[in-house]
């Protein structure tokens, strides 16, 4: 073994590596007897593609797929701007938002498209579904006509294929999702909900009748569930004649059925996918084409994904017959999310382990048989330089907290210079989201070179019910900072990492934490803020519709509220700020705007602080572009080289 100082170990596992047989996957479709899926290419300019999987045909690539969606198209939509929901599929029929323009196109089957909606970028379109008769699409529509935030409109819409006339269905209200129809195409239900709100904090599910003289008022439609105002409603979806949803209400995310008043699964575990309401067209739960009443969802438990059958074809009473598989005993993955059913019987989800990347699985309910149609990385690299995540929990300000503890693993190297290795925590975005223990190379490029990770589920975080959930309202800034901050230290009183040597990095909101931590607390040494945010003031009047109310739960009324903005903004507590901050950030991002990293860059570098801020071109929210990300990671790292003095950095 070489002994070399933890951080300068030679690893197989580089940036290039990463992004070069790499692609992200998901969601996974299952229509007319063929699976699709999306896949984004960070080498192809982070392009979306559906591809369809065909084994047997010669033109497949490496993931036994052939690509559907027209060479040089991008399937993805910028409703809410974080998308969701791009594709609609019928039988034969299959539509897809195009990127560039926000147009539905119908594909075609010599590979071309048409667009079938207006020309212009007044129009974007997500979350759709068909009628049985194939001719109309029911979908949200948001109308940038005027692009001001507090000016555009969403509503769900009704667009006929064949001449792209569009009738509105459902209006009135700031936010619309997950439009689905009944068997019988009569009923529409929606999600529907109005500022400050945001879709995890309070929603309504509607039903309005597809019908000529109908009101489009979502006021004047039947409420079904939310009606206090207080409780969380996604996902609905209908079996038969029934309709089932996904409601906060008994302290989780529990699966319902409309007029049983009790949950059907009450159970204290959320369903509803690991993140909710962030992106459009999720489902956690589906149902057992051809076997009445057979339910199948999804859960999380001890860091592990359960899928759970039940029997609900008696619409009086709970479910029945349930039953449960997890883990390898069942053929499963550990982690897996986004679960679409076949009529034999077969799921297909998006599965992985925290060594496999993510990928695309078949998996029988009654055989157990399981088989990988596609992977989204074709490098794979030794289990000698694999770090397997452990979860943790440790104290902190509000009870407790959790995460997931990497240690440096590189069997190549040992370090006999240096009691314990520096520390990298890892504050996710949302913040309303969480971490994920499904293998991340972007995390291995740390570990495999002698960093310990921590990547922190802080207060805020989806996955542990509701009340955790709401740790953060009006304590953004706070409870987060903490937990990062609490999760260090429980290492470092471990004797697991190296209290001389912590950094922490974070995107978006998870730049805002980082920044918050580095300006507000004296524990790490340095930090990395991706598109994060260093001015809730500015953050407060720059940013999109979706979240633009966002702050009022996570911090205040604003500007009522100011001087809290400005006691959160860690652009405002520089002269608390002692350690150097590297800034990496999309030049067109929406979400976040450019000026955020700019701000805080010139205020750090005017105290005199060590500051890097790097601005891609042709960037977004979130880096997609292979070369980006690339120069991100490695630029990171020489940053907490020249933090810790560590040289021969590989």
Partial sequence: MIDKPFGAWESPITSKAITAGSVKLGPVHYCNGNVYWLEGRPQEGGRNVLVKYAPYDHNNCERDGIDVSPKES????????????ATVMRGAQIYYSEFTTQRLCKLNKDGTSTPITPEGVRYRYADGVLSSNGNVIYCVREDHKNPEPKNVVNEIVAIDVRDGSMKVLATGNDFYAHPRLSPNGQKLAYITWSHPNMPWDSTELRVTSIYKDSSNKSCDHKLI????????????????????????????Y???????????????????????????????????????????????????SVILTADVSDGNAPAKDIKKYCGEKDGLPKILDGIVAADNKDLYFIGGSPSTPSSVYKWNVESKDTAILARSSSLTFPDEVISVPK?????????????????????????????????????????????????????????????????????????????????????????????????????????LVDGDRLCIDGGSAG????????????????????????????????THKFESRYLDGLVGLYPEEEEIYKERSPIESVDTLSCPILLLQ?????????????????????????????????????????????DALDTELTFYSKVFGIEGVW
């Fill in 74 to 85: 991008n399937v993805r939509t910028r409703v809410h701007e974080y998308g969701g929901g």
């Fill in 225 to 252: 569930a939310g009606k206090d105002g207080d409780t969380s409603v996604i996902q609905p979806t209908y079996q038969g004649n029934r309709l089932y949803y996904i409601s906060d209400q008994s302290g989780y």
């Fill in 254 to 304: 529990n699966i319902y059925r409309a007029g049983f008043k009790q949950s059907i699964l009450p159970m204290n575990v959320d369903f509803g996918g690991s993140a909710p309401g962030w992106t459009l067209g999720q489902q956690g739960f589906c149902f057992i084409p051809g076997k009445e009443g057979r339910l199948v969802a999804q859960y999380s438990k001890d860091s592990n």
């Fill in 391 to 495: 979860q943790v929990e440790f104290p902190t300000t509000l009870g407790t907290a959790f995460g997931y503890y990497y240690a440096p693993k590189n069997d190549k190297h040992k370090c006999t210079t240096e009691k314990a290795p520096p520390l990298l925590v890892k504050a996710h975005g949302g913040p309303t989201a969480c971490a994920s223990a499904v293998f991340n190379a972007g995390i291995q490029y740390w570990t495999s070179r002698g960093y310990a990770i921590l990547d922190v589920d802080y207060g805020g975080s989806t996955g542990y019910g509701r009340d955790y959930r709401r740790r953060l309202r009006k304590s953004w800034g706070i409870v987060d900072i903490d937990d990062v901050c609490n999760g260090a230290k429980y290492l470092v009183k471990e004797g």
């Fill in 511 to 542: 730049g805002y934490t980082t920044l918050g931590a580095l300006a507000f607390r004296d524990v790490f040494k340095a930090g990395t803020s991706l598109y994060g945010i260093g001015d809730l003031t500015a953050l407060a009047g720059d």
């Fill in 586 to 630: 999309g030049a067109e991002d929406k979400v976040v705007p450019p000026n955020q990293a700019e701000m805080m860059h010139k205020a750090v570098v005017k105290k005199g602080i060590s500051a890097c801020l790097k601005i891609y071109e042709g960037e977004q929210h979130v880096f997609r572009q292979a070369e980006n990300i690339e």
